[in-house]
């Protein structure tokens, strides 16, 4: 299996600022997942950060809002930037290690936002 | 993508085998069927995925319908520890960039002592 950390696990936030979230992969993997999971509901994949190139984002999630880094193949960040209460969410990630046909989690970073 | 309905909620008694069903009438010659399951308080894992044959695994079976449109994830005998919310999950590939996984709202699996 692949073992993922992220850090903070949480932080309470004020509007208008920004936090970055690291997620830190044990493995090296080409494909890396992030999600946001709000309050009550379930996962809504925000992009897919594969290194080397530009992440895709989905629709309703968009760059400037939301800048993803991929330095290398074990490592990832998100940043929530500008942020207002409605991005008060649980962020994870996730990766598919090439050696497994299924994606492992993180354990997610729970976001409030004031 | 195409959609998958569950139903919201489901409950077990411990001990007990628990057959958690989904529909996926629109799924796609391609479509492979993952199963995730989120604890309380803690990120999805995976539990099974299959394309047409019946797959068993050391957590799970998943019984797939002959024409594609249904399945079934069958936990053998439930534990407390198999309280989760357990999502059936459509994508266009098992592996690379066809997997992509879009969750639903799952069925909250209760299992009684």
């Known amino acids: 299996s692949a073992v993922i950390s992220q850090k903070p696990s949480r932080d309470i936030c004020q509007r208008g600022t920004s936090l970055t979230i690291q997620c830190q992969v044990d493995?090296?993997?080409?494909?890396m997942f992030w999600y946001r999971q709000q309050p009550g509901q379930s996962l809504t994949l925000i992009a897919t950060?594969?290194?080397?190139?530009?992440?895709?984002?989905e629709s309703g999630f968009v760059i400037d809002k939301f800048p993803i880094s991929r330095p290398n193949l074990t490592f990832s960040t998100l940043t929530v930037s500008n942020m207002s209460p409605e991005d008060s969410s649980i962020y994870l990630c996730?990766?598919?290690?090439?050696?497994?046909?299924?994606?492992?989690f993180g354990p997610g970073t729970r976001l409030t936002v004031l | 993508d195409a959609k998958t309905t569950q139903p919201n909620s489901m409950e077990s008694n411990e001990e007990e085998p628990v057959h958690l069903p989904c529909n996926h009438s629109t799924i796609s010659g391609t479509d492979y069927i993952h199963w995730y399951r989120q604890l309380p308080s803690q990120g999805p894992e995976y539990v099974i995925h299959?394309?047409?044959s019946n797959v068993n695994n050391r957590m799970a079976s998943l019984a797939i319908a002959e024409d594609r449109k249904s399945s079934t994830l069958i936990l053998h005998r439930a534990t407390l520890r198999d309280a989760a919310v357990y999502y059936c999950i459509l994508s266009l590939g098992s592996g690379g960039s066809n997997y992509k996984l879009t969750f639903g709202k799952g069925t909250l699996l209760t299992v009684n002592p």
């Open positions: 950060a594969n290194q080397g190139s530009e992440a895709t984002y």
């Open positions: 299959g394309l047409t």
């Open positions: 493995s090296q993997v080409t494909m």
């Open positions: 996730s990766v598919e290690p090439p050696w497994k046909n299924e994606q492992f």
